[in-house]
């Protein structure tokens, strides 16, 4: 599969185009729209999220509920489009040069951007790089989401932590885990935890500050066998890292115990293999993947978010025009999106996973996916 998608944060909407997408699928609209809402919510985000309600509009490929094969293409309606069709009109009409955004925020686009496409507003550069455009991504991948759910894949995130305060550690994570999680506006476990965390957003919002965290997302009920050891590219850690680093503010990517299994001893860090009519293990170190493939244990895959470049009490910066030191622009933004990106990161996990799963399993409908899937099953099953 593959899908492209456009949109700038203040533009009129945002669109993207699926392509190969199987047919027969069935398809629930209200689900992807409870996808974007999960996007929208949690303690820390700005004013933005109470403006937008957003939901898709889908054009084409779907008919009376079920994909076509056909390209799938949508829309989401930026509300805020309202307030913004003068200074971001596509009509070459008066530009008020005195808008123009000259002090690039450390941390951001801006800077780069400007040099890179020779631009002289800001604003030519931050309505793209913003977050806004998650959106169209998070329902990219709610399709694959409702996919997936046909064989029982099922995809969870939840915030380890947000500015250094982690939530409890729990190994055996049952439907109930899930479902706390779903309650808490932070995405954690823990209510003291987050009453916690709440205190030290509002401390950083009143200091003119922002905050990051880290994320895990958990893919659950995989086969064995995605991905492949044969080839840098059909590495399936590799691809999921090359989407999660892709996410704006993502700063790093951890496989199972990652980083830590760098400061341990092998014999610790293997998981050991069992048999008890099919193969088992008892530890999952690994985080699910050996060799570039899923080896049926749960995915388990974290990323450290980094705390948002827009600070209210801003740093310094040098204006692109006079070169002289200056405070970085302010733009409205949020104090922690930390939990939102959690659930963006789900959905980018389901496009990685359905896309493998296709070219696995491959057919031009859900039927003949679920056949070779089957198949497969039943060899799987006689090992
Ligand atoms: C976002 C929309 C943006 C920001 C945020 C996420 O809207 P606005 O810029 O109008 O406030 O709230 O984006 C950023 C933090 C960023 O750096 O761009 C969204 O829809 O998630």
Known sequence: MKFLNAGESHGKCLTAIIEGFPSNVEIDVQKINKELSRRQVGYGRGKRMEIEKDK?????????GKTLGSPIAF??????WENWKIPMSSENIYHDESINITQPRP???DLSGIIKYRQNDIR???ERASARET???TAVGAFCKQFLGNFKIEIHSRVVNIGGIKDVDIAEKGTNFWDKIEESDLRVYDKDKEEEIKKIIDEAKKDGDTLGGVVEISISNLPVGLGSHTFYDRKLDGLLAQQFMAMQAVKGVEIGDGFKSADTKGSKVHDEIYYDNKYYRRTNHAGGIEGGMTNGEEIIIKAAIKPIPTLMKPLNTVDIETKEKKEASKERSDVCAVPAAGVVLENI??????????????GDSIEEINENFSNYLSYVEKL
Not at 56 to 64: A, N, P
């Open 56 to 64: 898709i509009e889908v054009t084409s490929g779907i008919r009376f």
């Open 75 to 80: 829309t989401i309606k930026n509300k805020d």
């Open 107 to 109: 941390g951001h686009a």
């Open 124 to 126: 030519n550069i931050l």
């Open 135 to 137: 959106a169209s991504r």
């Open 349 to 362: 996990a389901a496009w990685v996973v359905a896309d493998e799963f296709i070219r696995k399993f491959s």
